[in-house]
């Protein structure tokens, strides 16, 4: 089974050296763990900032991998109180909707 992992966070306005480092430790993240990884800000209010990351298999590992990518990025530098909340499939129900 794998797992999602939503970080959510608010920014003080757009940072295009935080954007860049994000892509960046994002793209390192996915090579490293195989992980797909997105970036998005929220529709209504752009100061909040969310990584998804799906496709964890080992939510102990990948969460080391990113303590140790964030440190390397600079990442806690330039942003505050990250919120963090983990997510996975329905056991033995693949979440899609059947359609008639």
């Known amino acids: 089974m794998t797992h999602a ?3 959510y966070y608010k920014v ?3 940072d295009a ?7 960046a430790l994002q793209q390192e993240l996915g090579a490293r763990c195989g992980v797909t990884a997105r ?10 900032w969310m990584e998804v990351y799906e496709g964890i298999v080992d939510d102990t590992a990948f ?18 109180a990250r919120h963090a909340e983990w997510f996975q499939p329905f056991d033995g129900v ?4 059947e359609r008639s």
Do not use: C, K, M, N
Not at 39 to 48: A, F, G, N, Q, W
Not at 68 to 75: L, P, V
């Open 63 to 80: 969460a080391a991998a990113l303590v140790e990518a964030e440190q390397r990025h600079g990442i806690s530098a330039l942003v505050g």
């Open 17 to 23: 050296d935080l954007h860049r480092r994000l892509l």
């Open 39 to 48: 970036l998005l800000r929220r529709r209504d209010d752009p100061s909040t």
């Open 5 to 7: 992992l939503y970080l």
């Open 94 to 97: 693949d979440g899609t909707l």
């Open 12 to 14: 003080a306005g757009f």
